[in-house]
């Protein structure tokens, strides 16, 4: 039951990195209206549809034994979360009976700054990947050197020491990001 109830404190908290107040819009402006030039409908054309990010395969970057080494044994092995969306693959990790529960996902580079912005308050932590960030609600952001793509690592266990496993977590992970 402890297990649903943290997927839904997580669920919750993905939802809430979108933006404040659920607001997804855009920063650009509307584009203009005015006819430039006589049969110019003035509209501009459409923007190009972005290439379909490549899948990242989360749970490669550590090996279960790596992983236990966070965690102590783990309840199950691994678990694939498929790209969906924004996230590009992820990796579901479990632990004392499944009352320690992790998951390090994979998100476009270019969301990487905004994500961190909209997560609070964040702090620093040297030495992971090209660089890094921890927050109280968020867990743990690394951006991998020369990737196309972020690390998201969050952990919640019913001893309270999610946020330390988080970073535990995200230092053996980004460490074999490829």
Not at 128 to 147: I, L, M, N, R
Not at 168 to 177: D, P, S, T, Y
Request: aromatic residues 6%; neutral net charge; charged residues 20%.
């Amino acid at each position: 039951m402890r297990r649903i109830g943290m997927m839904f404190v997580l669920a919750g908290m993905l939802v809430a990195c979108k933006g404040k107040d659920g607001d997804n819009k855009s920063a650009e402006p509307p584009p203009s209206t005015a006819p430039t030039e006589p049969g110019d409908s003035g509209k501009s054309p459409a923007p190009a549809a972005e290439a379909p990010a490549k899948p990242i395969d989360v749970c490669s970057f550590a090996t279960k034994e790596q992983v236990e080494g966070v965690f102590g044994a783990l309840s199950a092995d691994p678990k694939p979360q498929a790209p969906q969306g924004a996230l590009l693959g992820g990796c579901e990790y479990s632990a004392d009976g499944g009352t320690t529960i992790a998951f390090a996902s994979a998100r476009p580079a270019h969301e990487f700054e905004a994500t961190v912005k909209a997560s609070g308050p964040a702090t620093e932590l040297p030495g992971v990947g090209e660089k890094a960030f921890t927050t109280e609600k968020s867990g743990v952001f690394v951006q991998p050197a020369g990737a196309s793509y972020f690390l998201h690592v969050f952990a919640g266990s019913a001893k309270g020491n999610g946020k330390a496993l988080a970073v535990e977590l995200a230092k053996v992970v980004a460490a074999g990001a490829k």
